[in-house]
Each structure stands twice: as structure tokens, then as C-alpha cells.
């Protein structure tokens, strides 16, 4: 279910009444950046928005990418999120944060200082790969699409426009009968699935790609640190499809699809044994205790102020 209430350039107002004009420089160019953030119930009551104070670092750092100046500040932005929450009577739900050029000229040179639309909704979200896929594994393709070369996107940004590559890619997965596609560097390197990073485990090591070409997950993160926390041993680095195909476990991570695991790539089946087309007891630990530590019931180190309640 949608939220009825969404922050709009500093006011909280009724979705409905929320309009943008046909003139929007973002709407043609794909000039903007966006967020996608969790709330979370809590066991001991309420909701707490996981992670909040570094995805808007990173919407800061989308911004600068683009050069553009949002003009809230971080502070602002939180009691916005927060306000948003508590309209829509929402403890858990997934949160929005968009910036883009607005209403102004609409050439490409869009000049110094242009003006922003910023706005923040909510909606409430299930499984971004479905239920099933969660418990069960999902199903992937390598994409006929690539992850573009770093000096065509801007890889450190979540940037609106760069999510065509995203989209398409999907929807070919998707209309050839997969959940998800997996998209390839311009070297033929894994980078990411359209929406989440990888993880690939082999014989007790845990690989992720790096860096590079890829959106650094705040979920990444997170698994990197718990990782850490448990002593095993993370290696970021290249790997190919054929790597992955003789995988232990595979799993995605992202914000929507919080932690996905993997059970077939380009119908190969990933895993042997007993755990051949299952989620490997890795990939279940870490979907059991990513869900204790977005829920404050697990605690890394630093990650103390990941829960911001709402009240
Ligand atoms: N890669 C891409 C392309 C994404 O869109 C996302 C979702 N934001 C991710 C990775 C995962 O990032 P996060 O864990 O911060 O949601």
C-alpha cells in the first residue's frame, strides 16, 4: 500500500496533490538521484528505519556526483523521513528520497545552481524477489545487457537515469522466464544483478565483486561487516560466470531484496550435494541475522546507530 502523504520540497502533502511539470529537465534527461531505505518493526514495539543516516550520505554523494546542490540538510532530511513514517502511520514500509532538476531550461546545459525538486514517499513492500524466491532461491540470467564501462556511469551514484540499463535488463529476465538478471562489466567480469550486489561461496570463502562497476550496497555493507564480525574470510574480487556456475551458495543483497539466495544460474543448478538448487547454510545464517540486525535484535560493531526509531 501506497503512503497518502509525501514530503514535497519541505512540505508534507497528499500524494495526489504532488504534480510535477511536463517542463521537469530530470523527466527528459534522467538528471536526478534517488534512495531506497527500510523501516523495520521492532519486536519491543514500534519501527525503526535501518541504516538511514548512510543512505542519505550516499544520496549527498549522488548529488555531488551531479553537481547538484540539495537544500536541506542532513538533519532536515532525517526529520522529514521520519515525519513521512508517522503520516502514513507507518512503522515498517520502504522509503523513497528523489532529487532531480526541475521546471527550468530545457537544454542540455542545464547551467550553474538549477533548480531541485526533492521529495520522499513511502509505500509498504514485501519481498522485492518474491516470498518464495526467498525461502526457496531465485532463479537467474546472465543479461544480454552490460553494466556500463565506469566512465558512462557514474558508479558511487544511485542516479535516476542510469537505471534504464537496470530496467531493461530486468525485463528481459523476466520475459524469458528468470527473476532476475545478472549484469557483466564491460570485461566480461561479474558486476551486479539490477538491483542487488553478489556474493559467491566456495569451499568457505566468500567473494564479492568489487568496487568498481558496481553500486556499493549499504546491504554490501553490512554483510561485509558481519562477515568480519564472524571471523570468515571476504575476498573482493573479479570473478567470472563460469566461477559462479560452480559456486557453493550464491546470494543477492540490496535494500528491497534485503537477502536473496541464488539456486540456478543460466539453468545450471548452484550447489552440490544436499544443498544442490537450496539456499547453502551460509546464505541462511546470513538471511536469519540480516534480519535480527535490521531489527536492533543483532549488533555489530559500529553499527550502533543503524536504528533510527520512529516515533
Ligand atoms: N546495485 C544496484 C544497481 C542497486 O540498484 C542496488 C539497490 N540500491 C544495490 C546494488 C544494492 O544497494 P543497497 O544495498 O544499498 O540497497
Sequence with gaps: MRGSQVWYNGRIIAAENAKISLFTHGLHYGFGAFEGIRAYKLKRGGGAIFRLEDHLERLYDSARILDLKIPYSIDELIRATLAICKE???????????????????????????????????????????????????????????????????????????????????????????????????????????????????DGIVKTTPLTSILGGITRRTVIAYLKQQGMELVETRFTRDELWCADEIFLTGTAAEITPVREIDYRVIGRGQYAGKP?????????????????????????????PVK
Design 280 to 308: 547453502g547454510p551460509l546464505t541462511t545464517q546470513i538471511q536469519k541475522d540480516y534480519r535480527a540486525i535490521t531489527r536492533g535484535e543483532l549488533k555489530l560493531p559500529g553499527g550502533k546507530a543503524w536504528l533510527t
Design 88 to 202: 502514513n502511520k507507518f512503522e515498517e514500509c520502504y522509503l523513497r528520497h528523489i532529487i532531480f532538476t526541475a521546471d527550468g531550461p530545457l537544454g542540455l546545459n542545464h547551467g550553474d545552481n538549477p533548480p531541485v525538486d526533492i521529495a520522499i514517499l513511502a509505500w509498504e513492500w514485501g519481498s522485492y524477489l518474491g516470498d518464495k524466491n526467498v525461502k526457496e532461491g531465485a532463479r537467474l540470467k546472465i543479461s544480454s545487457f552490460c553494466r556500463p564501462h565506469v566512465n558512462s556511469i557514474m558508479t558511487k551514484g544511485k542516479i535516476t537515469g542510469q537505471y534504464v540499463v537496470s530496467c531493461l535488463a530486468k525485463r528481459e529476465a523476466i520475459s524469458q522466464g528468470f527473476d532476475e538478471a545478472l549484469l557483466l562489466d564491460h570485461e566480461g567480469y561479474l558486476a551486479e544483478g539490477s538491483g542487488e550486489n553478489i556474493f559467491m561461496v566456495r
